[in-house]
């Protein structure tokens, strides 16, 4: 009894000893055993307490835990209460528990959810897309893909070609969501209800399959992976696919106010690579009729194919009405000074000097954005415009070739198409499609790799590097190919994120590395090495009205395109110039240029394997077969 006793009165003190005994038992016993009194001391070591002390001393620490917020959607998130969870939570338990790190799943509305990441409630959240939560840490790698399709009644025959081809169609969207693409058009007719159905609350999806089917509106806007994940409950068997929009990626993104976010993000990297190689992936999105999105293709009606041109013709409406057509408004995003403002100015000096004053126009540049100066025209509330090749395609997609990957592998290929009557056929399409006719370009040379962290030869060498490229799915898709989940940031953001370490790099060509990214802060600080990938020539169309070019007179819409054709031979000269003087410029600054001349081949032939993923939304495979027989070399 006196042993017990004892040993009660000692509770208190072998836990104070606790941790120095698991750091070494061994040394502690022995210190003990010489510092207290040696006849207790015995007393108490006693087989039973020898085995208190081992259960106390080597009891497993708890496993670290992290808390990541996520919104249901089945396939991706699924009931909580579901065998199968979701495709997105069983890859990322897959991932953390392999390092020994629990993961807490709470479920909320995504507004919710964004709440609770914004007042650091959870550490986290699941199936985030990059451009709404820019603050947020993410790894390289994706966990999934949304496919965004739009539906038709069955009955209803249209598709989708660009959103010009919206006219006339009432399209719903659930509140408060991002369809990429269609995120300013959705914001621009929010309030018209003849253009645009906003559904909100539970049950949403199902809801609005009923509404299409009752002819509440004429267009709905879904992701197909949550169709056909439940089209039995859905009953979507009575709707047509009628076209889809670029796919945007899913990943997880942590708080960086948690220090150990960017390591949570190296494991989801790592996590990623390693079930692509085991087959693990492949598994998990088989349990949900899913395959790997890297080998994403779309699955629905060509919209190029057959009678295109003449289809485009037969719909083909403006109002023919008195207006002036001596006046034209000359409309751009950039600040004066820049590429396009200096071409605008050629463009007003020929077309007033060519009509002997008869035709005007006005510079209005700087005012607003490049998607709402395409909106504009292809509305026909403004007369003219430049914009990057890349923002014009969602609304004319004939244009869409000339961001393919590799298309123009040297610069006399596309100044051969540029003056071929080919041209003059796509700029009539695309003006049919989009009411935007392109009447030249602007050409600013090879979009580049620029990054701070070492020299890339091989397209192998970008792994690990966190590269910006414009949220542009060509683009995207080309560094996909390399093996690289790329960053899509606003242009405007690039130099903040380089010099926070956000990424390491970016593509763009040289003239905007060095002067159109920041012109107040040295982008060249943040900078070191450029490889001359050579993989896309930047271009942007200076677009006419279509409504207001057909205005003009067989004369003066002679002119204005003979003008345009003035100002592009002056901006290739001026471009040129500019290249060669920030070239020299950016090497006097310790800018070091790496040619893979070697790894051309390498580079071409993993970015040209996309095309055809993309010959839907670039105006077809025919299209782009007649451009390539011009181009080649």
Known sequence: MSYIVTLLLHINWLKTVKKRLMRNLKYNMVKLYTSMNIKIFKNLLTPFLISIL?????????????????????????????????????????????NNIKVKIRYSPMNRTMLLVKDKKVDG??????????????????????????YTAKEDDWLYTGLNSLNSRKIAVESGKSYGIFDSYIQRYATDNTKIYQVHGTD?????????????????????????????????EGLNEAGSIPPDTLYVGFLPSNNKAQKFADIVTKGMTNMRKSGELEKILANYGMS??????????????????????????????????????????????GGYWKYAEKFKESLERLSNGKLKVQLKFGVTTEHNIVMNIAEGKSHMGMIATNNLTPFAPSLGFLALPYMFPSEAGIKKLLHD?????IANRAGLESNVRPLSFFVGGYRLLANNKRIVKKSSELQGLRIRVPRNQLMLGAFRSWGLEATPLPWTEIYPALESGLIDGQENPITIIFDGVNMKKPVWEVLKYITNI?????????????????????????????AAREAEAYSWELVKKEDKKITQFAKNKGIVFVDPINEKEDWQAKARSIWPNFYFRVGGKELVDSVLAIVKD
Not at 309 to 324: A, P, Q, V, W
Request: net charge positive.
């Open 54 to 98: 081992l259960s106390l001393s080597f009891t497993a620490p708890a496993a670290p835990e992290i808390t990541l917020g996520v919104t249901e959607k089945c396939p991706y998130i699924c009931d909580k209460n579901a065998v199968n969870q979701g495709m997105l939570i069983d890859i990322i338990k897959s991932i953390f528990e392999k």
């Open 125 to 150: 959240v699941i199936g985030i897309l990059q451009r709404n939560a820019p603050g947020l840490v993410f790894p390289d790698k994706s966990i999934g893909q949304t496919r965004y399709m739009l």
């Open 204 to 236: 949403i999806t199902k809801r609005l399959v009923q509404m299409l089917q009752r002819k509440r509106f004429n267009l709905l806007l879904e992701d197909k992976n949550i169709f056909d994940f439940n089209k039995k409950e859905l009953k979507t």
């Open 292 to 337: 790997d999105w890297v080998n994403w293709k779309p699955s629905h009606r060509d919209p190029f194919a057959g009678n295109y041109t003449e289809r485009l013709e037969k719909n083909f409406f403006y109002e023919k009405k008195k207006i002036d057509t001596t006046t034209m408004i000359f409309e751009g995003s950039t600040a004066k000074g």
């Open 421 to 425: 009557p080919l041209m003059e056929k």
């Open 534 to 562: 050579h993989y896309f020539m930047f271009t942007a169309p200076h677009m006419m009205s279509e409504s207001f070019y057909r205005q003009l007179s067989d004369e003066n819409q002679f002119l204005v395109r003979k």
